[in-house]
């Protein structure tokens, strides 16, 4: 069986023309990230608290616990299957933020890893690409939904 060296670590980044507080808001507070990201939230993000966030046209969930919260500067929850993500928001001027968002712990073969990997940078990019057209310009482009439309659940 194959192996990695290196387990890989994802990382998505993108500069958002909105001032920190803003910028972080939109992940901690799912009255804003169900607009360009997942459909539901049991609640705010609150560090030590496990929240539910769905994905309703996929028809799947998933559990995180929020395991730090530095308002407007850095937020790590880790999944139910124990990967871990970290969003690091950086000022760069009073109405820039640059997002880093970095996804790593991925288990399994190597080409399970290697997919997981792939699939999450494609996927916290587009979550970025929302976020930013969400944000700049009050545009909800649908990215996350419209990915893999055959995939959505039968109503």
């Known amino acids: 069986m194959e192996t990695l060296n290196q387990a890989p670590v994802v990382k998505a980044e993108m500069l958002i023309r ?86 790593s712990g991925f288990s399994g073969d190597t080409d399970a890893i290697v997919s997981q990997a792939i699939d999450s940078m494609g996927g916290y990019t587009i979550v970025l690409c929302g976020l930013k057209a969400l944000l700049e310009h009050n545009i909800r482009l649908n990215l996350v939904a419209d990915k893999a439309p055959d995939a959505h659940v039968q109503k």
């Open 18 to 103: 909105k001032p920190a507080a803003q910028v972080f808001e939109a992940f901690a507070d799912p009255a804003v990230t169900t607009k360009f990201w997942f459909t539901k939230s049991s609640g705010k993000l609150e560090v030590g608290k496990k929240i539910r966030w769905e994905w309703e046209m996929y028809g799947v969930s998933d559990e995180l616990i929020v395991t730090a919260l530095e308002p407007n500067k850095r937020i790590r929850i880790e999944w139910s299957d124990g990967t871990v993500t970290e969003w690091i928001f950086t000022p760069r001027t009073e109405n820039e933020t640059f997002v880093t968002i970095i996804n």
